[in-house]
């Protein structure tokens, strides 16, 4: 059993198609298929369903493609430490940024002060088509849910918390209500809102938790991008919903944040590493450098 059939059935079992995987392999279809029958040979047994070009995976192949998974993880984490104990450094780290992006100049300063020639590659949107292939995108994530599912700080696929914060109201300095300290849902019926487009996990989260008290916003603007609804609530065209830890800039002399008292509506923010290959020193340091940038963010939140 050599490395490379396992590494061509393992394409073949994502790719599901014989021609497709021969593609990306950039090998003869009649070569691939003779490498996968030689496996099979080898095993003794099956490891596909077989319907003309199409093919998927049998129990027997579900269970090498488990195995095979296991033997690449540690090849590639055996292959990350000896280049670590022979110096080689790993000076780029990709960081996907799904949320908070509010933060991302503060975290890279504190990042590039922590760990001083390190390469930071900084990811807002995720194509697709990677996604779909089960590609990832970053070395480390930076994500919202819907929910707080944690246990012990960890969600079911591993992430960590790092940050809760209150949805709070954001409205221009002027306006009658900015002149209270706590306001109720009560109070916002017939304001007009500007919203970010559904495109934001972020507005997601916050329909879904203040729909939970039957409240549905009166949104007159939707808008793209968070410093464009800035701009707008200092032209006094409407209010919105914020988090107010991460989006602690919108707060100024334009600018109020108020609580909203029977409406406890938080959002979460995770930390997770990419999938599938070992993480490098420089990785996880990066990650420890979050995580203690959030911690200090945590530290900072206004009392409840």
């Known amino acids: 059993m050599e490395l490379n059939q396992l590494h061509y059935f393992r394409l073949?079992?994502?790719?599901?198609?014989?021609?497709?995987?021969?593609?990306?392999?950039?090998?003869?279809?009649?070569?691939?298929?003779?490498?996968?029958?030689?496996?099979?040979?080898?095993?003794?047994?099956?490891?596909?369903?077989?319907?003309?070009?199409?093919?998927?995976l049998n129990q027997?192949?579900?269970?090498?493609?488990?195995?095979?998974?296991?033997?690449?993880?540690?090849?590639?984490?055996?292959?990350?430490?000896i280049e670590e104990e022979n110096g080689q450094r790993h000076l780029v780290v990709s960081i996907y940024v799904g949320c908070a992006s509010m933060l991302i100049p503060q975290l890279l300063r504190y990042l590039k002060k922590r760990n001083p020639g390190v390469q930071y590659i900084i990811r807002q949107w995720e194509q697709d088509s990677l996604l779909s292939a089960g590609e990832e995108t970053a070395d480390v994530?930076?994500?919202?849910?819907?929910?707080?599912?944690?246990?012990?700080?960890r969600t079911l696929d591993g992430s960590q918390l790092l940050l809760t914060e209150h949805i709070c109201l954001a409205l221009p300095a002027e306006h009658p209500l900015a002149a209270r300290e706590l306001l109720y849902l009560q109070d916002l019926k017939g304001e007009e809102f500007?919203?970010?487009?559904?495109?934001?996990?972020?507005?997601?989260?916050?329909?879904?938790?203040?729909?939970?008290?039957?409240?549905?916003?009166?949104?007159?603007m939707w808008v793209d991008?968070?410093?464009?609804?800035?701009?707008?609530?200092?032209?006094?065209?409407?209010i919105a919903f914020i988090p107010d830890v991460s989006w602690r800039a919108f707060a100024g002399r334009d600018i109020v944040i108020r609580r909203i008292a029977d409406c406890p509506v938080k959002r979460h923010i995770y930390l997770s590493a990419g999938q599938g290959v070992p993480m490098t020193k420089e990785q996880r340091e990066c990650m420890e450098g979050i995580r203690e940038f959030f911690r200090e963010?945590?530290?900072?939140?206004?009392d409840t």
């Open 12 to 56: 073949a079992a994502e790719t599901e198609n014989i021609s497709k995987t021969a593609k990306l392999l950039h090998i003869s279809q009649p070569s691939l298929s003779q490498t996968i029958r030689r496996l099979e040979e080898e095993i003794g047994y099956p490891l596909f369903c077989r319907e003309g070009k199409r093919i998927g």
């Open 297 to 302: 963010k945590e530290e900072e939140q206004p």
């Open 194 to 220: 500007i919203s970010l487009n559904q495109n934001w996990m972020l507005t997601r989260i916050i329909e879904q938790e203040i729909q939970k008290h039957a409240f549905w916003p009166q949104v007159t």
């Open 60 to 81: 027997s192949g579900r269970l090498l493609l488990e195995a095979v998974g296991q033997i690449e993880e540690i090849l590639e984490r055996t292959k990350t430490a």
């Open 225 to 238: 991008n968070p410093n464009l609804m800035r701009e707008l609530l200092r032209e006094r065209m409407g």
């Open 141 to 153: 994530r930076i994500t919202s849910k819907t929910a707080d599912d944690s246990k012990d700080g």
